[in-house]
């Protein structure tokens, strides 16, 4: 029976969250760091003070009950304003302080987070940042479960439940062995895509997806052609495969100073009347009170973005 003078305790509510979240309670305790017993205990309160089944449990697995799922997402969002509760307790409004997870795709990750960090040390000092590099598929998951805050990727993402902000869009670049008839270009329209033996990253990488689609608008279909077997899961040996004339391939201009000055290589680019671009964005939850202070690291994101793409575009 419900009980109207009782108020659950964000303990309880993180509790329930993380248990529904993972589904088995040895890893739930595990992440909060308690016991099993602990846990049980705090998530059977939670129940008779709401008098609601919340997680149906069994010997063999754990399930989250139509009432968990329910109030699952107002869980989530109590949380999150806990949370942005405390960080803005710790200094004045708009200033990032406190603990904030950063998820990020790996074509972004290696490229801007050394001129990121410096800034964050710089303008931030107070801000514990915790970085999570991961596929886009596997950031969207870890965002609706509340294991990071807000995520760098290509949008839109058109996420339910999810706010973004745009911070810029981002060239791509066609790198080309050594010696290559399109080398040292500046003037490729997408059609010159079709002479190429385009190499792409796995599938799960939003990169694959933008050069596909690119070559859709080209009416090209790379899946047809037999050099698009080789795959890898990161640009730096896409990088190689290029050097070992195995085939061509796109990449953002933030990746060209770290990437493309290895011996063997050479770029090109498309003209300037050509879309050939990615827009860039945090993504983050609708009911996250945080979003001044995310306006503020994405500004300081962009002016990441800028300084590595400057340093990008010289070598072009």
Known sequence: MFNKDYRPTLAQLRTFVTVAENRHFGIAAAKLGISQPSLSQALVSL???????LIERSTRKVLVTPTGLEL???????LDAADAFLARSKGVQGTLTGSLTLGI??????????????????????LELSIVEDQTRHL?????????????????SELPGMREIPLYYEDFVVVVPEGHNLAGRHDLDLECLEDLD?????????????????CRQANIKPSDAAHAITRASS?????????????????????????????????????????????????????????????????????????????????L
């Open 47 to 53: 129940e008779t003070g709401l008098g609601v089944q």
């Open 72 to 78: 699952l997402p107002l869980a989530k969002a109590t």
């Open 105 to 126: 795709i790996p074509t972004i990750a290696p490229y801007l987070l050394p001129d990121l960090l410096k800034l964050v040390h710089a303008d931030y000092p107070e």
């Open 140 to 156: 969207e998951n870890m965002l609706r479960d509340g294991q990071i805050d807000m995520a760098l990727m290509a949008v839109p």
């Open 198 to 214: 385009l190499l792409l990253l796995d599938d799960g990488h939003c990169l694959h997806d933008q050069i596909v689609e690119l």
């Open 235 to 315: 640009l730096t040996t896409v990088m190689q495969l290029v050097v070992g004339h195995m085939g061509s391939t796109l990449v953002p201009v933030s990746a060209v100073a770290a990437e493309c000055q290895r011996p063997g290589l050479a770029t090109a680019t498309f003209d300037d009347n050509v879309t050939a671009r990615r827009r860039v964005g945090l993504v983050y939850r609708h009911s996250s009170a945080r979003e001044e202070e995310f306006m503020a690291f994405g500004a300081m994101i962009t002016r990441a973005f800028n300084s590595v793409a400057r340093q990008s575009r010289a070598l």
